[in-house]
Each structure stands twice: as C-alpha cells, then as structure tokens.
C-alpha cells in the first residue's frame, strides 16, 4: 500500500509542476501575442494576465485570469458586419465615388493560444514522466518529508 500513495503522490507532484509550467509558458505566450498585434492601450490587460493553481478533491487544475474585455473585443473581432439587404452603393451610383472600405484588424489572441496550447499541456503531461523525472520528483518528496 506504501508503494501505491508514493506513486499518486508523484503523479500529482508531477502535474502540478507541468501545470505551474504550463501556466507560466501560456502568460507569456498570451502576452506577446498581445504586444505583436498591437492590441495594447494602456498595458492593464498584460498586466492584468495571471494564472493560479486549483484542487478539487485530488484533481489539480489550472486558472487563467485576466480583464474580461479583453476576451469581449476578440469576440467581436469574429462578428461580421451584417450586409445590407439591398447592398446598393449610392456614393457610386451618383457620384462615382468609391466607398471607403477598412480592413478588420486581427484581435484573435486568446482562443488560439489557448486552446492550442492544451495539446502541448496533454503530450507534456502523457510523455514527461522519465525515469530522470521521477528520480528528480522523488528527491523532492524526501525532501518535503525531512521538513
């Protein structure tokens, strides 16, 4: 039975440093992602990306956080601009002049990173565990249980 708790304990340990892992690679990602598309006003959406670590019962988790509006303007970025029903050009018609038409600018920062990253966090979390690894996470264990 001893055997079997040191094995959930390091499995735990072990997803709980991928996931704190994880979660530090996902902000930094996040925020370039911010930076390179010019999506920065006042730096409170950077600075405001975080992540914190969960349990429920013995399953660990992961929690992004970060301003609400920031996730509202890449929504909108998806809707597209409704199509009149008749869609006649006036301007033209009468004037022959063109309407001036703007390019949508790319707000997708969060869903892609995001959700990409899961498969990154799954492969990590199915192939990580070598036999260094748990030779490294049991010293860590010992040395939890020294103290």
């Not at 040191?6 to 996902?26: A, P, V």
């Not at 429920?56 to 929504?75: D, V, W």
Request: charged share 35%.
């Amino acid at each position: 039975m001893r055997v079997s708790e040191e094995s959930e304990d390091l499995k735990l340990l072990f997803i709980q440093e991928e996931l704190d892992q994880h979660g530090e690679w996902l902000c930094d990602v996040l925020s370039e992602e911010i930076e390179k598309k010019r999506l920065v006003q006042s730096r409170l959406l950077q600075e405001s990306l975080g992540y914190s670590q969960f349990s429920q019962g013995n399953n660990p988790g992961l929690r992004m956080k970060f301003f609400s509006y920031g996730r509202a303007f890449e929504i909108a970025g998806y809707k597209k601009k409704r199509e009149n029903k008749w869609n006649v050009n006036t301007n033209r018609l009468i004037w022959g002049v063109k309407e001036r038409r703007y390019k949508r600018r790319d707000t997708k920062w969060y869903a892609k990173n995001m959700y990409g990253g899961l498969n990154r966090l799954i492969s990590r979390l199915m192939y990580g565990l070598s036999d260094t690894e748990i030779a490294r996470l049991k010293g860590i264990l010992e040395e939890r249980k020294m103290k």
